[in-house]
């Protein structure tokens, strides 16, 4: 690492924009005295449903609870399977089995990464009831595909669009339209709650169902009474954190935009010749679907004499963050116990030991780019294979 490398500030993958309105609104909820679920809640639940173009939103503290809950309204559990990627962050299918399923994982297209449709039907059986598509780093999954599946088969869909809130297909929002569709608002996403997401629903009665599992399944009436119908958990978003998703909501499309420009600069500087001499596997160039919630390359461990960590660390040294999303989920021990093995999924697997991730985020510059590109292929050319 050169001195002018250590001298440069560290760039993080990733780093949320909070705006001082926002920072302010939060202390006025911290002085109000009201700081669980409450007016600020639903205020946030209001906006969100604009967003979707009028369905029914709750709000939750996390975007893992929210998959978890679309399984229990739709009634899956024991006995069912649901059929899902291997290729995603954990929670994907440990929801699954939360509820009693079991996942069944189907490999992935290698140039979307995302779970590949023309393998589903192959993987239904009687005991097929839903699936769970994932939107990886913001890219949509495609929905016409998808959906044709889901209704000729019978099964209910939960969309895994922890990453892709702002994104389109079709020219409609993720969200505004399908069956269940989960959103995650961690510090890592689009937009944050500091923790948080929702659930898009089908109707009121699935809203109000929702509602119970969020709390206990408490249904409370009148100024005294109160039923338990069904065996909730404790999921409810706090109004502290609903006031930071109010205050970021607005900037959403200029955040996303931001996040655009940045990739077409990765793109700009890696689809060269040089660049494809690497051998370096780049996302699908999507600017009109995909929010770019992130920037992802795949290491081409055939052509290099150093392995992924290793590339890792260089980066850290010269004070750029990345991270791994994500490992295999298979290749677990949990999901190793349940019989799954190294080889079923030959593409999820490759992806899993070479994806990185690179820093993405809105209030970064074309310079942060450069050195972030300038950095990665120094250190690829130095460890090329002869």
């Given at each position: 690492?050169?001195?002018?490398?250590?001298?440069?500030?560290?760039?993080?993958f990733?780093?949320?924009t909070?705006?001082e309105?926002?920072?302010?609104?939060?202390?006025?909820?911290?002085?109000s005295?009201?700081?669980?679920?409450?007016?600020?809640?639903?205020?946030?639940?209001?906006?969100?449903?604009?967003?979707?173009?009028?369905?029914?939103?709750r709000?939750?503290?996390?975007?893992?609870?929210?998959m978890?809950?679309?399984?229990?309204?739709?009634?899956?559990?024991?006995g069912d399977e649901?059929i899902?990627?291997?290729?995603?962050?954990?929670?994907?299918?440990?929801?699954?089995?939360?509820v009693?399923?079991?996942?069944v994982?189907?490999?992935?297209d290698?140039?979307?990464?995302?779970?590949?449709l023309?393998?589903v039907?192959?993987?239904?059986?009687?005991?097929?009831?839903?699936?769970?598509?994932?939107?990886?780093?913001?890219?949509?999954v495609?929905?016409?595909?998808?959906y044709?599946?889901?209704?000729k088969?019978?099964?209910?869909?939960?969309?895994?669009?922890?990453?892709?809130?702002?994104a389109?297909?079709?020219?409609?929002?993720?969200g505004?339209?399908?069956?269940?569709?989960s959103f995650?608002f961690?510090?890592n996403k689009?937009?944050?709650?500091?923790?948080?997401?929702c659930?898009?629903?089908?109707?009121e009665?699935?809203?109000?169902?929702?509602e119970?599992?969020?709390?206990q399944?408490?249904?409370?009436?009148?100024?005294?009474?109160?039923?338990?119908?069904?065996?909730?958990?404790?999921?409810?978003?706090?109004?502290?954190?609903?006031?930071?998703?109010l205050?970021?909501?607005?900037?959403?499309?200029?955040?996303?935009?931001?996040?655009?420009?940045?990739?077409?600069?990765?793109?700009?500087?890696?689809?060269?010749?040089?660049?494809?001499?690497?051998?370096?596997?780049?996302?699908?160039?999507?600017?009109t679907?995909?929010?770019?919630h992130?920037?992802q390359?795949?290491?081409?461990?055939?052509?290099?004499?150093?392995?992924?960590?290793?590339?890792?660390?260089?980066?850290?040294?010269?004070?750029?963050?990345?991270q791994?999303?994500?490992?295999?989920?298979?290749?677990?021990?949990?999901?190793?116990?349940?019989?799954?093995?190294?080889?079923?999924?030959?593409?999820?697997?490759?992806?899993?030991?070479?994806?990185?991730?690179?820093?993405l985020?809105?209030?970064?510059?074309?310079?942060?780019?450069?050195?972030?590109?300038?950095?990665?292929t120094?250190?690829?050319?130095?460890?090329?294979?002869?």
């Open positions: 690492m050169s001195a002018s490398e250590s001298s440069k500030p560290f760039l993080p990733t780093r949320p909070v705006d309105e926002t920072i302010a609104g939060v202390v006025e909820v911290l002085r005295g009201w700081l669980t679920s409450g007016p600020q809640v639903k205020s946030f639940e209001a906006k969100l449903s604009a967003l979707f173009g009028g369905r029914p939103v709000a939750f503290n996390s975007g893992t609870c929210t978890e809950i679309a399984l229990r309204i739709a009634g899956i559990g024991p649901v899902t990627t291997p290729l995603s962050w954990v929670a994907t299918s440990n929801v699954i089995l939360a009693g399923a079991r996942p994982f189907v490999d992935i290698p140039v979307t990464r995302h779970i590949d023309s393998l039907e192959a993987a239904i059986t009687p005991a097929t009831r839903a699936i769970i598509p994932v939107d990886l780093a913001g890219l949509p495609d929905r016409d595909r998808l044709a599946i889901a209704q088969h019978q099964l209910r869909v939960i969309e895994d669009a922890a990453q892709s809130i702002g389109t297909w079709g020219g409609r929002r993720i505004s339209f399908g069956d269940f569709v995650s961690h510090p689009n937009i944050t709650t500091i923790e948080g997401g659930l898009v629903l089908n109707n009665r699935e809203a109000k169902l929702a119970q599992y969020r709390l399944g408490v249904v409370r009436s009148g100024v005294d009474s109160m039923e338990v119908e069904v065996v909730g958990g404790k999921f409810n978003l706090t109004d502290v954190a609903a006031r930071v998703g205050g970021q909501l607005p900037h959403l499309d200029t955040f996303n935009s931001q996040r655009r420009e940045h990739a077409r600069t990765y793109f700009e500087l890696l689809d060269t010749p040089a660049g494809r001499a690497l051998g370096l596997g780049l996302p699908p160039a999507d600017f679907n995909s929010n770019w992130m920037f390359v795949v290491l081409p461990e055939e052509k290099l004499t150093i392995k992924r960590a290793g590339v890792m660390e260089k980066l850290q040294a010269a004070g750029i963050g990345n791994v999303h994500y490992p295999a989920i298979h290749l677990f021990a949990v999901y190793r116990r349940l019989g799954w093995k190294a080889g079923d999924f030959p593409h999820a697997e490759y992806a899993g030991r070479n994806i990185l991730t690179l820093p985020f809105p209030a970064m510059v074309r310079a942060d780019v450069v050195r972030v590109v300038e950095s990665l120094a250190i690829l050319s130095a460890h090329l294979k002869s």
